[in-house]
């Protein structure tokens, strides 16, 4: 039986970590609320966005948009989103996994990928992927203050290298938000863009005569980096709010382990309390039993 | 008519209009109650909203807008 003041002092062990985890959990809780809200309000604009987009590329040709020519893949470029803090169970390490995955696939070519976010940073920077020149140095400091502003400057300036020529693939790896308890890993192609399969008839029917002001082409040429642009704002608002859900669920499933742990501990503490309580009264009972023997 | 202004951030103005002027690329474009569907690239400058409480003003950096079925949507930076 263990001793009693060894149980005593993991109770209150266990106790604390109970506490500091249930207060992690209702952090997340708030912020995931916040993050929620980035996201429902985002949606509309990329929605609209994606719906001109793709009524003007129906009557016009997009693949000879500098975004869309397709290269021999030579030099990749992996967007690997992350979140900048870890006790969120897989949700990192489900990203890096990937990322290592389109590494292996595209043995042969120079990889590099750009981490937006320390976890995957930290994985990848003493590697040969580290992406080193021209890049923002300390991406993962857009988590400090995420606009679409700040991500359009890291947007711009991947589109800019493929634009050059610097990068013949560019793909984005993140998590994106299902519901508070689930996320999903996804992978995307962001650069060259893909032009979206012309939908069935069922989707023309409401699509209207427009005027194009001042042209198709413009409009086009104008419209495709800032759809890039908020494809990636997206993908970090997705994986802001999948970071923070996925915390609450690895806190609340934490709390519920202590809770556990706590209740078994004191079961424990109980039954030695009771046996050296026995113990003491059969010592006294038969210490008296041999004085009047 | 209804009129929304929306960026990637935030909803800068949604609600009824008697007239909307927008900064297009080839200048200042004045959008009226059922105009025809429309879509067009804007620069810089700023949005002046005509309701019937008044004129409100909106600075933006570019963007698109579309018009369609009494409907204005303006995708601004």
Redesign the interface.
């Known amino acids: 039986m263990a001793n009693l003041k060894e149980i005593r002092s993991r109770i209150t062990s266990v106790n604390s970590t109970k506490q500091i985890t249930q207060a992690m959990k209702m952090v997340s809780a708030a912020k995931l609320k916040r993050a929620q809200d980035a996201i429902v309000q985002m949606r509309p604009y990329a929605s609209k966005l994606h719906e001109i987009l793709e009524n003007l590329s129906a009557s016009l040709d997009v693949s000879e948009n500098e975004y869309a020519k397709e290269r021999p893949v030579e030099r990749v470029l992996i967007i690997s989103i992350t979140s900048n803090r870890g006790l969120c169970g897989a949700f990192n390490n489900n990203v890096i996994k990937r990322v290592k995955g389109l590494i292996e696939e595209h043995a042969g070519a120079d990889i590099k990928v750009l981490s937006l976010g320390k976890k995957s940073f930290e994985s990848f920077k003493k590697t040969a992927y580290n992406p080193g020149v021209g890049y923002p140095e300390t991406p993962y400091e857009i988590y400090n203050d995420l606009t679409f502003e700040r991500s359009s400057i890291i947007a711009q300036a991947v589109m800019d290298k493929y634009v050059e020529g610097k990068l013949d693939k560019v793909y984005l790896v993140y998590n994106s938000f299902k519901n508070a308890a689930m996320q999903i890993l996804k992978t995307e192609q962001f650069l060259p863009i893909v032009s979206s399969a012309p939908e069935d008839a069922e989707g023309n029917e409401s699509k209207a005569d427009y005027i194009f002001e001042p042209n198709k082409e413009e409009i086009v040429t104008e419209l495709i980096p800032k759809s890039l642009k908020v494809q990636l704002y997206k993908g970090l608002l997705e994986s802001h709010a999948s970071e923070h859900g996925a915390r609450m669920t690895a806190m609340h499933k934490a709390t519920d382990n202590a809770t556990e742990l706590s209740k078994e501990l004191k079961l424990k503490y109980n039954k030695a309390r009771q046996a050296s309580i026995t113990n003491e009264i059969l010592e006294i009972v038969s210490g008296a039993e041999a004085l009047s023997g | 008519m209804v009129v929304d202004i ?6 800068l103005f949604s609600g009824e209009a008697t007239a909307v002027t927008v900064p ?3 200048g200042s ?1 004045g959008i009226l109650d059922k105009h ?6 804007l620069k810089q400058g700023k949005v002046k909203v005509t309701t019937a409480g008044g004129e409100d003003f909106y600075e933006i950096a ?3 807008v ?1 018009v ?2 009494n409907k204005v ?1 303006i ?1 601004a ?1």
């Not at chain 2, 025809?36 to 690239?41: M, T, V």
């Open positions: 929306i960026t990637p951030d935030k909803s297009g690329t080839d474009l025809a569907p429309l879509i067009s690239a570019g963007g698109v579309e369609q079925q949507i995708l930076e």
